[in-house]
Structures are given as C-alpha cells and as structure tokens.
C-alpha cells in the first residue's frame, strides 16, 4: 500500500533537514572506500527526487562522495525492474504469469519473498501479497472509482493465501494458476533499507524518503535524534511533511504533523486511510483492504506509524495495524519489538510502551 506521500511534503522535507552523523554499520560493500567521504565537507548537502514505484522519491545525503546519488537511483531502477508487478519481464511479472509453473528469480526476490511470508504469518495473514486479485478489482487512482460487485470480490477470495507461495531451492518460487502477488506493501521498504545499507561508508549521514518510508541515516550532528512527523489524518491538505520541524508553538497549530517522533539510524513508516480512496453516495472507499473480506479496513485505525530498524518490517506492519485495529495492532508491535504509535478514527493517539520509551511529542 501506498504511505504518506505529498510532493509539497516532500519538497520541504529538503529545506528542513538537519545532518547527521558518519555511521560505519554492515550493508552493502561501498564503491568507493569510506576515506574518499571524508575528504568531503560533511555538512555539504546533496539533494535528488526521483519516481519509482508510481512514489516520488526524496534523497539528502551530507558530505557523500561524487558518484553515490548516481549509484542510488541505479538501485532504484533495478529493484523496480526486478519487484514490480506492472514491469514486464521483472520477477514479480514472471511469477504471476508463470500459470503455476516454477520460476527461477534473483536471489534478492527469493528473500524478499520469504520475508513476506514470515510477516504474513506474523500478523496472522492481515498483511498478504497475495491480495492482488483483490486490489485489482479497486480503481482507487484511475478516476474511475471502479468497486467490485460482492459476487466477484468473494470468488477472489480464496486466491488470498500466501501459505500457497512455494519457494524452492535455487531460487525458485511457484503460485497456483489463478494467484496473483503485489509487492507494493513492502517493495518500498526494501528499497529503503537497501539504499541506507548503500549509503552507510560513502557520507557523512543522510535521509531517505520512499513516498513515506523515511529512514534516517545515523543522528544529527550533534548526536541528537531526528523529529520525524506524524501526520494528522483530519488534516485536509494532507501536505505536511515528513521530516525534521524546528521548534514550534503548539498554541497556535490547527494543521500540519499531529506530533513527531524522535529516532536515530531508525526507519519511520506511516500508513493511513486517508491516503488513496473515493466517495459513492456519501461512502468513503479507502485503498488498505481486508485480505479477509476485499473491502476496505473497518477497524477504528485511520493511521498506524511503525519504527524499525527495517523499513520493509514497519511497512508491512503499518498496513497490517490498519486491517487489526488497535487493540490487536498494540498488542502485536509491543510483543514484537517494534515502538508504534495509532491514531484512532475519532482523533484519539494512541501509543505501545515502546513508542512512549523512544519519544513521541504532541503538536497539538
């Protein structure tokens, strides 16, 4: 599913952001060795938007080298060839037009696909990337505010069961005929935590935003977390953005981010039902569906927010806390390690332990 995503958003998210520091964590091998950053200003800031996964991307980097944004958007490009659905000839193509037989994929694909599984059994099958035939039968971005007929919407039911994705030795991976997956709820996330694995060794720090997945690389620079905003589901230029905010009066805030949260070397990932969706005959029709019932999520959640270290966890963990609700979503983020943060469809915040332990300030 699509997270909080606005240009305008995002375009201030560039004049906003503060540094942060060099961080020397795993991830991939660096291109260039990590002295070459260093002969860099590390304040020196280097801004990029791209369009990948139908999301504009934002990339800050500080004191990068001269080619890492060039080697970002080559990521990009390649992940989106290889785990987009729409992409033909990319993995995720091949297997749902494979009509059941065995297909052999990257071996990045393979774990992506794996993970999602494990999260499928995690959230107790409320996220599944078997859901497409689902969502194709939704038209929440074409105009045309196509819906499903309930006899369609429950023959396609039974097509939702990621248990039915079998994934071989070598790379291989097989759906029955008839099954489709979307990677949309986790692609991003991926990406991210690929790109952050990328960027670690060649600059100073950077901040990555992947249409809502944001993840900070490292601290500021004087060690101090980064605010990231929570946006408020009732604000109806749905434009603020996700980023790090100055000191703010909060007797005089009536829009923009409901709160922030305070992180270091932490993805932040927000999902809500504000995002995409049309209204019928005074009906609001969201885009987060039930993969138990085809219809949009009934739960009392308008949004769910989720820190992790990994991006494609929190990204199937926020769609996920949407179709529980929030007694469920809670419950399952604080067993599981992962600071969370809902806001309820009457505007009431609610936090797990983890979040209040990690720092969450109202605006409001």
Known sequence: MKKTAVLSGLMALTLLLGGCSAQQAGGETPTTPPAAAATVDPAEKTTGVGFY??????????GADDTLMEDIWAACKRYENMLSKTVEGSD???????????????AETWNVLSEAKKLNRLTGGAFAITIAPLTAQWDFTGGTNRMPTDEERIAALPLVDDE??????????????????????????????RVAALVRGRCSGAMLNFGGNVYAVG????????????????????SSPIGVFPVIDRSVVTSGPIGVVSVIDRSVVTSGIY??????????????????????SDSDLASATIIAESSMDADALATACIVLGSEKALQLTQENGYPALMILRDGTVMMNDLMKQWGYTSLR
Do not use: C
């Open 275 to 296: 995002e995409r969706g049309f209204t019928i005959d005074g009906v609001r029709y969201h885009h987060i569906l039930s993969p138990w019932t085809g219809l949009p």
């Open 164 to 193: 039915q994705l079998t994934l071989g030795e070598n790379n291989t991976v097989t759906l029955p005929a008839g099954m489709q997956i979307d990677l949309g709820g986790i692609a991003k996330g991926y990406i991210a935590d």
């Open 92 to 106: 995720v193509s091949r297997i749902n037009n494979a009509h059941g037989q065995t297909v052999t994929v990257d």
């Open 53 to 62: 996964f139908d999301t504009v991307v934002t990339i800050t980097l500080y």
């Open 219 to 238: 601290t500021k620079p004087d060690g101090s977390a980064y605010r990231v905003g929570v946006q408020d589901p009732d604000d109806p230029n749905n």
